[in-house]
């Protein structure tokens, strides 16, 4: 359900114990403190909705607490009923019943515009020519987009240009011949900026390596236990269609029958210009409390573990097998949720050049036993060839994170090759 407003007070209560109490009436629970604030927060709810502050005159500073929209008035009242006056509110706010003052409008910007021009002649009696060029920009202006702040705008441009020729020709009183050629392009772009709406701060700088900005790069930050702090930055696409169409077209009158042959061509080039670098970063919230403790995910993650376990063990007991044996393309999550040993090997190689594997897992602590027959199938197939290098490729951009590193390669004890 919707908040309806937050209570930004302080209250003033006998001791922090007693504010503490207070709330506990209202079935509040503790959750892990830090910072010298005791934070309560409902049963239901995975992080909490109140802290305490020690004030000045026995005060406890009230910060947040979000009340439904159809509890607000009731709670409100239960503070007072106990005693508990407010004071002290957030300077400058007006009387709103506690809510948190911003006030501030604004509109998404668009536009759709269309230009076009035509031109006809009629060359002689038998031959017309006609050519037409058509111009369309359009634009929007978004704020707020994907859960972010009113501060982080989403530009989209899309573009479109067409032109047409065409030549009618009458080549007798009972034949005439249309031709047209057709070309038109359509580009399609998108980024994001932050900008100062509300006060807001912009980012004075982001974190790309060399070579990369905002005009080819992405960055995203969220926060996940926070609403709308999803934060994007850079460009997002930049699409770009672009289609020939060629039509001829020949009519024929035999008497009362009309003939007509014709000849279509179309081609479609489509480009697509995704961002060149992607930055995500993902922070969890430390007053999120859930995982690994929450009852719903461990009720989720012992079913699916008991699930996987007992579909592999039945399998293997029912055919009494040692092992299941599966293509490599196919999904390894059984065995990976089951937490059950899962070998990989090559085996062949593809028409196409590429490697082929296979998976070959089994029940709890087979590790040996598959290890063993995956040693054998190994010798017995011969398989694997060594890897060459077939030409380069442009280097990945890995923002510094693994700068100073050197692979090292390993010999492959059966036969001895470094892979």
Known sequence: MAVKALLHYALEVPDQGAGEK??????????????????????????????????????????????????????????????IREVDPPRGAPDVGGASPFNASFSNRGSLDAYSLRVDDRLNS??????????????????????????????????????????????????????????????????????????????ASLPFPSGYDAGNGNFFFDIFSLANSNLFVGKNVRNLQRQINVVDGLSYQVGAHGLKFGADFRRLTPQFGPRL???????????????????????????????????????????????????????????????YPNFSMPVGIRSSGRPAGMLMYSTAF???????????LEQALNARQQPQLLGAITPIPNGGFCSGHQPQGQAHLPHGKIF
């Open 22 to 83: 207070f709330y506990s009436n209202f079935g509040l629970i503790d959750a892990p403190g830090r910072d010298g604030a005791v934070r309560l927060r409902p049963a239901p709810l995975q992080r909490e909705s109140v802290l305490l502050y020690g004030g000045p005159r026995k005060r406890l500073h009230h910060l947040a607490f979000g009340a439904p929209g159809d509890e607000y008035a009731a709670t409100r009242e239960a503070v007072r009923r106990a005693g």
């Open 126 to 203: 038998n031959v017309t020519i006609f050519g037409r060029y058509s111009y369309s920009p359009s634009e929007l202006l978004s704020r707020g987009t994907v859960s972010s702040p009113l501060s982080d705008v989403s530009p989209g441009d899309i573009t479109t240009q067409t032109a047409t020729g065409a030549l009618i020709w009458r080549i007798s009183a009972a034949a005439s011949n249309d031709f047209r050629l057709n070309y038109s392009r359509t580009l399609s772009t998108s980024s994001f900026r932050l900008d100062t709406f509300g006060g807001a701060t912009p980012l």
């Open 277 to 339: 670098y992607d930055q995500d970063v993902f922070l969890s919230s430390e007053q999120f409390v859930g995982y690994p403790n929450d009852p719903n995910y461990i009720a989720a993650r012992s079913h699916a573990t008991n699930t996987a376990r007992t579909g592999i063990d039945n399998a293997l007991a029912k055919k009494k097998l040692d092992a299941i044996v599966a293509p490599h393309l196919t999904n390894s999550t059984g065995p990976a949720v089951a937490g």
């Open 366 to 376: 087979r590790e040996a036993q598959l290890i063993a027959m995956a040693y054998d």
